[in-house]
């Protein structure tokens, strides 16, 4: 199992920027896939941006397309997502999630979350 704790969250102006990190611990972490979901209050918890096992592959929701980058370092454990041109609607608690291959989200790991909020 993959044990995941976030940091980097906080409070910014309307297009101001902020990188969040996903430190995760577990020998599997390497091998499964990455992920950062997003819950704003008294909405669902959505999908924001994933990367692959070989960083080779990396999906976004169509919102933060061209704003959003994630990233990960294989020898430090860590996730990255770094949120350029931030808007009020990316308010939210940030999540870090990790998934063995060929399975869905929701079947492997979850961090605790990381506040976002975006002023206008």
């Given at each position: 199992q993959v044990q995941l704790v976030e940091s980097g969250g906080g409070l910014v102006q309307a297009g101001g920027s902020l990188r969040l990190s996903c430190s995760a611990s577990g020998r599997t972490f390497s091998s499964w896939t990455m992920?950062?979901?997003?819950?704003?209050?008294?909405?669902?918890?959505d999908f924001v941006a994933?990367?692959?096992r070989s960083s080779s592959s990396?999906?976004?929701?169509?919102?933060?397309?061209?704003?959003?980058?994630?990233?990960?370092?294989?020898?430090?454990?860590?996730?990255f997502l770094q949120m350029n041109g931030l808007k009020p609607e990316?308010?939210?608690?940030?999540y870090c999630a990790a998934k063995p291959p060929g399975t869905v989200w929701?079947?492997?790991?979850?961090?605790?979350?990381?506040?976002?909020?975006v002023s206008s």
């Open positions: 992920g950062w979901f997003r819950q704003a209050p008294g909405q669902e918890r994933s990367i692959s990396t999906y976004y929701a169509d919102s933060v397309k061209g704003r959003f980058t994630i990233s990960r370092d294989i020898a430090k454990n860590t996730v990316d308010t939210g608690v940030y929701g079947t492997g790991s979850w961090g605790q979350g990381t506040q976002v909020t």
